[in-house]
Nanobody, 124 residues
Framework: QVQLVESGGGLVQTGGSLRLSCAAS????????MGWFRQVPGKEREFVAA????????AYADSVKGRFFISRDNAKNTIDLQMNSLKPDDTALYYC?????????????????WGQGTQVTVSS
């Protein structure tokens, strides 16, 4: 089992920045592909960004490309999401997820483990 705990969410003004972190515990001697997703109440959860287990391949949703940056530190078992130039449309509950089958990418069903989420609210 892998436990994922997100942190770093909060309230920020339009144009501001936040850095989300995801701490992994449990079977962390195994390094997985990781992703960030987000969900607004009443809407489907959507892909935000992904990073492979080595940290040398990333993918982003078109809506965040050039503004958000995903990174990882395997020695510390952490995955970060640097979010810049935030917009009200970025307001959501942000989830960290782990893909133990190394399928990498934006498909939610590929991810086996999920955190509880951290709320990001961007005011206009």
């Amino acid at each position: 089992q892998v436990q994922l705990v997100e942190s770093g969410g909060g309230l920020v003004q339009t144009g501001g920045s936040l850095r989300l972190s995801c701490a992994a515990s449990g079977r962390t001697f195994i390094v997985y592909d990781m992703g960030w997703f987000r969900q607004v109440p009443g809407k489907e959860r959507e892909f935000v960004a992904a990073i492979n287990w080595r940290g040398d391949t990333t993918a982003y949703a078109d809506s965040v490309k050039g503004r958000f940056f995903i990174s990882r530190d395997n020695a510390k078992n952490t995955i970060d999401l640097q979010m810049n130039s935030l917009k009200p449309d970025d307001t959501a509950l942000y989830y960290c997820a782990a893909d133990s089958d190394y399928e990498f990418g934006r498909t939610q069903s590929h991810y086996d483990y999920w955190g509880q989420g951290t709320q990001v609210t961007v005011s206009s």
